[in-house]
């Protein structure tokens, strides 16, 4: 298993500046080859033509990589063509978004069970904000704010692959904060934090952190006894056990 799960960061939409190269240049790395096949999968975004072009144009021309999309939506792709599209990549990217959409999607086309194939053949799982939040077994999501400005955050189940919840934007989103306080009281275990420009690296039984900007951070946020703890995930070059992450101490 191999995963790199980004906060959020920007990668080259017009009028911002590209923030997460070294996470993202760590993803090809991973996939241990120079020019891997890079899949990008914008099912969160609504399969958005100016989203598919930035990373075209950021991973393809930029990074070096052969880019491919996969559209789900408005689509008469068949399942074979799907499983073709994800066993032929090195990588999978998945594009922000909403969540909760995007999740409902994958799952009535099957590509939930697709990617848990893909796992076995060693691709890289990857992406940013709703792209991350799916690997976890949950996230917290602002999928109803694109219909209702003013709804709160949701908790999403995601895929499953880490056993806990990943909280995106935490430095950059003021209601996240308070907002995981309130969930975590509703969710059994660890939450994942993490700032924009930074990163949770798995690999198999091992984590690390991964940022593009020095200030960026990941937390760790339970409930314990009554009272809510966050802590620093401390940022190591060295690979750490990820069963010691997942539990309360």
Known sequence: MKILAIGGGEIGRPGFKIETVKIDKEI??????????????????????????????????????QVESLLLLNNKISNREIERKVF????????????????????????????????TKGIVLSGVSAGAICWFKYGSSDSRRFHNPKADLIRVSGLGFVNALFCPHYDVEKDRKPDLKKLMKKTPGIAIAVDNCCAI?????????????????????????????????????????????????
Do not use: H
Not at 35 to 42: E, M, R
């Open 28 to 65: 090809i790395r991973l996939s241990g080859k120079t020019k891997p096949k890079v899949l990008f999968i914008p099912t969160a975004s609504s399969d958005s033509e100016g989203y598919i072009s930035v990373v075209q144009k950021y991973y393809g021309q930029k990074l070096g990589c």
């Open 88 to 119: 032929n990549s090195d990588v999978l990217y998945v594009g922000g978004g909403n969540t909760l959409k995007m999740m409902n999607v994958w799952r009535k086309r099957g590509l939930d069970k697709i990617i848990k194939k893909a796992v």
């Open 201 to 249: 690296e798995v690999v198999d039984k091992n984590y690390r952190i991964v940022s593009s900007k020095n200030t960026a951070n990941a937390y760790k946020i339970y409930w314990k006894d009554g009272k809510y703890i966050e802590q620093t995930i401390k940022k190591d070059k060295k690979f750490q056990p990820l069963e010691t992450l997942l539990q309360k101490n």
